[in-house]
């Protein structure tokens, strides 16, 4: 049994219910199968500790994090406590840039037991690959107070080195699935920006001629999401287009309530990131009723990255028979809670 050590942050809200449950289903998979085991080491880094400290992380709390193989966080965000570009920039921003996570890679496909919002759509299997550390996420800007003239800038940086690794990223991944890439533009608006990205695209696309490729504006590419999804297979995008489609994408598989994520870092000297779709959901945070799936398939995708897909398929058919049993919570239709969804799905792991 090979251990990992695991850095737990269940953030704010809806976080600190869902990410304990996908632990107990993780310690099961362990008992049950071997393989990995997580040695969870927990922070209670969140909109709470901000309140207390006035600071959303300690000082050295990247270098606390960076022991550990990955991170597993649930979600950020307690407006009522403190602003959210405050405690995102403060810890889950910050973790992604700091420890450079340049990558997002957010699936959405069809699984067994969820009724699309579409109806009856024909079979759909997404990967969106979002840039994770630059683009309209930069701190680059500023805010001219001038009474009625006030102006604000924000700038979008893309470079070269960013936005080719974030494409080569994507090409890769297609080679090893149907051999698709679509990117995600907006170069009939946006005049400095996406030219370039097109140019990338176009130059990275010459290394891999086996690889089909298209170019949608994300406005269209947004319409397709809805009308024709098993037309796409890998998909491209800048970080903020990448988060977009990442919340469309789920929407489409069923709730947002569903959807994984894995922050990944490449270089190999930091750890990834792993967390769901999904945010803190103040409106339903409480009750109990939060759907743990998206935090679930969460952790078969950090088992996915640490060599165990074979765990991660028990995990995924585990989510996927529980569902087809009629147990899931109200976001897809369902009257079970966020326990009993896990158990569901605990107990046929053990079977
Ligand atoms: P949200 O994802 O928290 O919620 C949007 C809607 O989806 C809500 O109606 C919510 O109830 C529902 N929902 C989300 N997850 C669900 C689940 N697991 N089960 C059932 N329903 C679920 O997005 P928001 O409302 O825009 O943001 C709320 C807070 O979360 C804000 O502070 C925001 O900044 C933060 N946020 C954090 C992350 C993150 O940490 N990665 C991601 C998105 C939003
Ligand atoms: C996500 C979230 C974050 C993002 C927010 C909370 C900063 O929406 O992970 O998708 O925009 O990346
Ligand atoms: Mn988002």
Same mark, same amino acid.
Request: glycine share 10%; no cysteine; hydrophobic share 40%.
């Given at each position: 049994?090979?251990?990992?050590?695991?850095?737990?942050?269940?953030?704010?809200?809806?976080?600190?219910?869902?990410?304990?449950?996908?632990?107990?289903?993780?310690?099961?998979? #362990?008992?049950?199968?071997?393989?990995?085991?997580?040695?969870?080491?927990? $922070?209670?880094?969140?909109?709470?500790?901000?309140?207390?400290?006035?600071?959303?992380?300690?000082?050295?709390?990247?270098?606390?994090?960076?022991?550990?193989?990955?991170?597993?966080?649930?979600?950020?965000?307690?407006? #009522?406590?403190?602003?959210?570009?405050? #405690?995102?920039?403060?810890?889950?921003?910050?973790?992604?840039?700091?420890?450079?996570? /340049?990558?997002?890679?957010?699936?959405?496909?069809?699984? %067994?037991?969820?009724?699309?919002?579409?109806?009856?759509?024909?079979?759909?299997?997404?990967?969106?690959?979002?840039?994770?550390?630059?683009?309209?996420?930069?701190?680059?800007?500023?805010?001219?107070?001038?009474?009625?003239?006030?102006? /604000?800038?924000?700038?979008?940086?893309?470079?070269?080195?960013?936005?080719?690794?974030?494409?080569?990223?994507?090409?890769?991944?297609?080679?090893?699935?149907?051999?698709?890439?679509?990117?995600?533009?907006?170069?009939?608006? *946006?005049?400095?920006?996406?030219?370039?990205?097109?140019?990338?695209?176009?130059?990275?696309?010459?290394?891999?001629?086996?690889?089909?490729?298209?170019?949608?504006?994300?406005?269209?590419?947004?319409?397709?999401?809805?009308?024709?999804?098993?037309?796409?297979?890998?998909?491209?995008?800048?970080?903020?287009?990448?988060?977009?489609?990442?919340?469309?994408?789920?929407?489409?598989?069923?709730?947002?309530?569903?959807?994984?994520?894995?922050?990944?870092?490449?270089?190999?000297? $930091?750890?990834?990131?792993? &967390?769901?779709?999904?945010?803190?959901?103040?409106?339903?945070?409480? %009750?109990?009723?939060?759907?743990? *799936?998206?935090?679930?398939?969460?952790?078969?995708?950090?088992?996915?990255?640490?060599?165990?897909?074979?765990?991660?398929?028990?995990?995924?058919?585990?989510?996927?028979? #529980?569902? &087809?049993?009629? *147990?899931?919570?109200?976001?897809?239709?369902?009257?079970?809670?966020?326990?009993? /969804?896990?158990?569901?799905?605990?107990?046929?792991?053990?079977?």
């Amino acid at each position: 049994m090979k251990n990992i050590q695991l850095a737990v942050i269940p953030g704010d809200g809806i976080g600190k219910e869902v990410v304990p449950e996908a632990l107990r289903v993780l310690d099961t998979l #362990s008992e049950v199968h071997g393989g990995l085991k997580f040695d969870a080491i927990h $922070y209670p880094w969140s909109s709470d500790y901000y309140a207390e400290h006035g600071e959303m992380m300690p000082k050295d709390g990247l270098d606390q994090l960076r022991q550990s193989d990955a991170i597993f966080l649930g979600a950020i965000g307690d407006p #009522s406590i403190v602003a959210d570009h405050i #405690s995102l920039n403060g810890l889950l921003l910050k973790i992604r840039r700091e420890f450079e996570q /340049v990558i997002n890679v957010r699936p959405a496909k069809q699984i %067994k037991g969820i009724v699309s919002p579409l109806g009856n759509p024909r079979d759909f299997d997404i990967m969106i690959v979002r840039e994770n550390s630059e683009g309209e996420y930069s701190s680059s800007g500023g805010r001219v107070h001038n009474g009625e003239d006030e102006i /604000v800038i924000q700038n979008a940086v893309f470079t070269k080195k960013g936005v080719s690794r974030v494409m080569e990223y994507a090409f890769q991944l297609a080679e090893q699935r149907s051999g698709h890439v679509t990117s995600a533009t907006k170069s009939n608006g *946006i005049v400095h920006s996406m030219p370039f990205w097109d140019e990338v695209f176009s130059e990275v696309s010459e290394k891999h001629s086996n690889i089909p490729t298209n170019s949608e504006h994300i406005d269209a590419l947004s319409a397709f999401f809805v009308t024709k999804p098993h037309t796409l297979d890998v998909v491209v995008a800048s970080n903020l287009f990448g988060d977009i489609l990442s919340d469309l994408g789920a929407a489409i598989m069923g709730s947002i309530g569903i959807a994984p994520a894995g922050n990944i870092n490449l270089n190999g000297k $930091y750890p990834s990131m792993f &967390e769901p779709v999904h945010g803190s959901a103040p409106d339903i945070y409480g %009750k109990g009723i939060a759907n743990p *799936i998206g935090q679930i398939w969460t952790a078969k995708m950090m088992l996915d990255h640490f060599g165990e897909p074979e765990m991660g398929n028990v995990l995924l058919e585990a989510i996927e028979s #529980s569902l &087809e049993a009629g *147990i899931k919570t109200a976001d897809i239709g369902g009257h079970s809670n966020t326990k009993e /969804v896990t158990d569901a799905i605990i107990a046929r792991i053990k079977k």
